[in-house]
DNA sequence: TCCTATCGCAACCATCCAGTTGCACGACAC
DNA sequence: GTGTCGTGCAACTGGATGGTTGCGATAGGA
């Protein structure tokens, strides 16, 4: 799966926040969400092929950090398209800060 | 359809690149693209309701250009998520440059 | 007026995908 | 060893979606 129909479902999205915020496991995942294991770990599988997340696996448990790489392609393209990028990126620290 | 819904498609985003290039119309697109313009204007629906392009009609004939708005919002989930936005933007920058 | 080009709406189809259930396997605790 | 916890794999289902065809409406040029 590429990185942008990885981003496009908004339960990955908020599960990469949380990774983001600190590494979890799969079960872990599905205690925060409405839905089932399996279905977090096909979440998981998805953002691990789209290269978002990193798989750490100590003993039985399978832990999941975040890999930025793949988001800079994202920031890039959209840079690249959205033109203006110059101001565009100041008034995005701006709107950060 | 929200804005990384609307990104998904690979397709939708070549046209999003064509459209930010210079504004087009559907039958326009579907002399680019291996697909029906009927296929084309679904996906200029699909962009349109996302907010990442402007309709203007003239005359029997309707024009789609960029409306970058909502580039931004992707560009601020992914630095928000991606942390480090600051050595992230300014690596962007360079690499634009 | 008549022809043509652009567009919008609707129905239909095939595929993809998020989610489920069920089961089996390896790791840890007792 | 036995039970439990975390994971992975497979099959299935319902709904979303990209694509098509067909038709009707409207605008412009000859």
Do not use: C, N
């Amino acid at each position: 799966m590429d990185v942008f129909a990885a981003l496009s479902d908004p339960t990955r999205r908020e599960m990469l926040r949380h990774i983001a915020d600190s590494p979890t496991t799969a079960t872990e995942l599905a205690r925060l969400f409405p839905i089932t294991r399996q279905a977090v770990s096909k979440h998981l599988a998805a953002l691990d092929e789209a290269g978002l997340v990193e798989r750490t696996s100590s003993g039985r448990e399978v832990r999941y950090s975040l890999r930025s790489e793949r988001l800079d392609d994202v920031m890039g393209w959209v840079a690249e398209v959205g033109g203006e990028w110059d101001q565009r990126l100041d008034r995005l620290k701006k709107r950060l800060r």
